[in-house]
């Protein structure tokens, strides 16, 4: 059974920062690209982020570009995005999934929050 854990979200002052965590199992880790999707009420799922199997390629959003570090760890099944400089506009629940065809089923995503 694939499992997608994510965590690390929290409250932070606008300029702060934050590192979440996902978490994976059930699926053969350094085969699958990952992405990082954001969820906003009233806006829907929007992609944040997208890093191939071992880590050399990575995308982002334009709005999150010089912001935003994704990384891999294969050893561990685990994905991270490094979210330096926040936005209020980047609070949202983030969650992980697999970049490339149909989607694992969703976790629980961690709430990011963004407010002074």
């Known amino acids: 059974e694939v499992q997608l854990v994510e965590s690390g979200g929290g409250l932070v002052q606008p300029g702060g920062s934050l590192r979440l965590s996902c978490a994976t199992s059930?699926?053969?880790?350094?085969?699958?690209?990952m992405s990082w999707v954001r969820q906003t009420p009233g806006k829907g799922l929007e992609w944040v982020s997208t890093?191939?199997?071992?880590?050399?390629?990575?995308y982002y959003a334009e709005s999150l570009k010089g912001r935003f570090t994704i990384s891999r760890d294969n050893a561990k099944n685990t994905v991270y995005p490094q979210m330096n400089t926040l936005k209020p506009e980047d609070t949202a629940v983030y969650y992980c999934?697999?970049?490339?065809?149909?989607?694992?089923?969703w976790g629980q995503g961690t709430q990011v929050t963004v407010s002074s």
């Open positions: 999934n697999r970049a490339i065809g149909i989607t694992y089923s």
């Open positions: 059930g699926f053969t880790f350094d085969d699958v690209a």
């Open positions: 890093i191939n199997w071992n880590g050399a390629i990575t």
